[in-house]
């Protein structure tokens, strides 16, 4: 996950899980309070209240979710980050077979049709390949009646979050996008990868480029919501209920007429989006 700090997923976290990554990390305030939001709308305690974290990368949310009582898997496309998960989840004494686990669509066992009562993602769709792959299988794992909470990157937030680059992603995927990366490299924008650290100016900017063709890929939001909605979900845009902007001064907007949707375009479009979902409860 890329969070607030500029907490870089790339290269710092190519390491196993460690005790001490799960003793500091947070589960987001607005997750959090959806998570409980709907286990008491489901009537289910919390250590019957099936989550899965989808793109789990190395687990440390499942892994703080578990302790917190929640019944938390993962499920990942990539073998390596359970890998680097597993230390840490025994470690914590929290480890599990199965816990987490490859997807279907990437040829692992995934998990069963409508086994979870929610699924969430952190930092996930600005990666995904195949959106209605993804959405398709989400759909399918959720139980009747079931929810998702999904927050990514906003397509044109002016920062790249992952190469805290400005503006790279606004441009396509071609010698523009290059020379705009070498461009912030020149000017000192890099991200401060270790696996970069000794390669000169030209591999690194060869680095950061193909990371942001081949592992980025921003959409518009309706494209999410489209993909949500094919597969049968209702979907609504989650934002403006996050604590972190209750709270905030921008709240204010809400007050004047029209104010509620300019706040939300201006979210979702420049900072991030977050979506919730839910299936239909009868098919
Ligand atoms: C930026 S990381 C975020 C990891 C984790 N959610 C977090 O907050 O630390 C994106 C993760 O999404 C995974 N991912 C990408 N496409 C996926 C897909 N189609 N299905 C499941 N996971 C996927 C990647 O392997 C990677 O671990």
């Not at 947070?26 to 009537?43: N, T």
């Not at 990514?152 to 805290?164: A, C, T, Y």
């Not at 396509?172 to 991200?191: D, F, I, T």
């Not at 996050?242 to 007050?255: E, I, M, W």
Request: proline share 5%; charged share 25%; with cysteine.
């Amino acid at each position: 996950m890329v969070d607030d700090e500029g907490d870089c997923y790339v290269d710092d976290k190519y390491q196993p899980l460690t005790l001490r990554d799960i003793d500091s990390y947070r589960v987001d305030p607005g997750l959090q309070d959806f998570l409980e939001r709907k286990r008491a709308e489901a009537g289910v305690p919390r250590h019957e209240f099936r989550v899965l974290d989808f793109g789990c990368g190395r687990g440390q949310s499942v892994a703080l979710l578990r302790r917190q009582g929640w019944q938390a898997y993962g499920l990942e496309v990539d073998e390596q980050w359970i890998r680097y998960a597993e230390p840490g989840l025994r470690e914590a004494g929290l480890y599990e077979p199965g816990l987490l686990r490859i997807g279907k669509n990437a040829g692992g066992p995934g998990f069963d049709d409508g086994f979870f009562h929610l699924v969430y993602s952190s930092s996930v769709f600005e990666h995904v390949l195949d959106l209605p792959a993804a959405v398709g299988d989400i759909t399918r794992m959720t139980t009747a009646g079931g929810w998702g909470y999904h927050w990514f990157i906003g397509r044109w937030s002016p920062v790249e979050r992952h190469l805290d680059m400005p503006l790279v992603h606004w441009l396509p995927k071609n010698r523009l996008r290059w020379c705009m990366v070498a461009a912030a490299v020149l000017a000192g924008k890099e991200p401060g990868w270790k696996a970069v650290a000794a390669m000169d100016f030209w591999q690194r900017v060869n680095v950061y480029y193909d990371y942001s063709v081949r592992e980025t890929i921003y959409r518009p939001v309706t494209a999410y919501q489209n993909a949500f909605i094919d597969a049968g979900q209702q979907v609504e845009l989650e934002v403006l209920n996050h604590p972190r902007l209750r709270g905030s001064r921008l709240s204010a907007l809400n007050q004047i007429p029209g104010g509620k949707r300019m706040l939300e375009a201006l979210c979702t479009t420049f900072k991030i989006v977050i979506v919730s979902t839910q299936k239909p409860a009868t098919a």
